[in-house]
């Protein structure tokens, strides 16, 4: 029962490299989110997905982008890694969206940018 | 806009001892509030939720519209309760609003 799976776990980018964050879910949920968590802050919304093909923005956008070519997979894209998008990385998902009901997580990915 | 405000980063209280994290809201519409929780070494998961009025793990939490609060409370705590709290507010179809979390740490 693997739920949500993120990988990597950890990763450390220099500035300006690119990196992909991946994340597929096997609950068949049309919802699924990225999320960013700074050292003492809560999680901020950077994109989300109310099904394939489908994504907006969220509260900080800016720096990512996303896709969602199926219904499991969701990878957020870093282009240009800046010092800013060192955080901890969530990716959830849930059916229907998660003002309604419960949001699974994956296990986070920890990004530090030097 | 909404904003979910949990004052405290840190809680620690005794083993047995009553156990309250606060959690206060502003939103204009009607909300959906949630506490999740994230025990060491696991993924954030939900506790509960205030439309379900249900007891998980011997937490319980009300909403307060009049004071805009969603307390979680629980009567006495155990040293496995230890770990971070984030309450959120719901607000539309998708956004999930997060607070900043607070740490409980059980004393044994």
């Known amino acids: 029962n693997a739920g949500v799976t993120q990988t990597p776990k950890f990763r450390i980018l220099k500035i300006g490299q690119s990196m992909t964050l991946q994340c597929t879910q096997d609950?068949?949920?049309?919802?699924m989110y990225w999320y960013r968590q700074d050292p003492g802050m809560g999680l901020k919304l950077i994109y989300y997905?109310?099904?394939?093909?489908?994504?907006d923005k969220g509260e900080v956008p800016n720096g990512y982008n996303v896709s969602r070519s199926t219904t499991e997979d969701f990878p957020l894209r870093l282009e240009l890694a800046a010092p800013s998008q060192t955080s901890v990385y969530f990716c959830?998902?849930?059916?229907?969206?998660?003002?309604?009901?419960?949001?699974?997580f994956g296990q986070g990915t920890r990004l530090t940018v030097v | 806009a909404q904003r979910v405000t949990q004052p405290e980063k840190l809680l620690s209280v005794f083993k047995g001892a009553p156990v309250e994290l606060k959690c206060n809201y502003s939103?204009?519409?009607?909300?959906?509030l949630f506490w999740y929780v994230q025990y060491s070494r696991q993924r954030l998961q939900l506790l509960l939720r205030?439309?379900s009025r249900e007891s998980i793990k011997g937490f319980t939490a009300d909403l307060n519209k009049g004071e805009t609060s969603f307390h979680l409370k629980k009567p006495f705590a155990q040293e496995e309760d230890s770990a971070m709290y984030y309450c959120?507010?719901?607000?539309?179809?998708?956004?999930?609003?997060f607070g900043k979390g607070t740490k409980l740490s059980v004393i044994p």
């Open positions: 959830a998902s849930s059916y229907p969206g998660p003002a309604n009901t419960e949001a699974f």
């Open positions: 997905s109310v099904g394939a093909g489908i994504t």
């Open positions: 205030h439309i």
């Open positions: 939103y204009s519409g009607s909300p959906e």
């Open positions: 609950m068949n949920h049309n919802y």
């Open positions: 959120a507010l719901g607000a539309g179809s998708y956004q999930l609003t």
